[in-house]
């Protein structure tokens, strides 16, 4: 298995509050994605990251930033949780651009 | 705008039997094809892929389809096995587009009854 870890694996937060969860890799691959996943749309992806500070947007950003200061750390940040924002959230990571992901276990994420 | 299609939330197959799984796509500049496998709490893993220059690949029990006229994949599982029970996801991914290329369908859940 590819060596992803997520944390924390489970949160529960209140709206308005900010939230960090946390990608971190000792693959060495250079691409880096956040993506939710919610019943009837699948994963749509959220931020990725195509190497130590650089960043672009995928379909769903919105009130969500990220950043990479080191090729193994990949931050998800909710600046004001909202109740739309409770989703299952998951880092993947891959050498290759949109060839074979390998996904993390996970972030359980309830905004109540 | 879904790129990506599973219009089949739920399937439910006797051990044994044919699983088929479908997937629908819109871009006809997908060129890569993959299938996902997915557990209660766990991450998606990697299943089997497949590249628009081919028609068929096989793993094991599992192949994939592809028809590019149609913008139709299907994956076969033969025989299904209880182990099989998870969530599929169908993704695919066009060239040139960066590292957000890979789009993914919504997910079938797939049960195997013994």
């Known amino acids: 298995d590819a060596g992803i870890t997520q944390s924390p694996r489970h949160k529960v937060t209140e709206t308005g509050t900010p939230v960090t969860l946390r990608c971190h890799q000792t693959e060495n691959h250079r691409y880096m994605y956040w993506y939710r996943q919610d019943p009837g749309h699948g994963l749509r992806l959220i931020h990725y990251?195509?190497?130590?500070?650089?960043?672009d947007k995928g379909e769903v950003s919105d009130g969500y930033s990220v950043s990479r200061s080191k090729t193994e750390d990949f931050l998800l940040t909710l600046e004001s949780a909202t109740s739309s924002q409770t989703s299952v959230y998951f880092c993947a990571i891959s050498d290759l651009p949109g060839e074979k992901l390998f996904f993390g276990s996970g972030t359980q994420l309830s905004v109540l | 705008d879904q790129q990506v299609k599973q219009n089949s939330p739920s399937l439910s197959v006797q051990e044994g039997r044919i699983s088929i799984l479908n997937c629908d796509y819109t871009?006809?500049?997908?060129?890569?094809f993959l299938w996902y496998k997915k557990y209660p709490a766990e991450g998606p893993t990697f299943l089997i892929s497949?590249?628009?220059?081919?028609d068929k690949n096989e793993d094991g029990r599992f192949t994939v389809f592809l028809n590019k006229s149609a913008k139709h994949l299907s994956l076969h599982i033969v025989p299904s096995q209880p182990g099989d029970s998870a969530v599929y996801f169908c993704a695919a991914s066009a060239p040139n587009q960066g590292a957000q290329k890979l789009v993914f369908g919504q997910g079938t859940r797939l049960t195997i009854n013994p």
């Open positions: 990251s195509y190497g130590v500070k650089d960043t």
């Open positions: 497949i590249s628009s220059i081919k």
């Open positions: 871009n006809s500049m997908f060129d890569y």
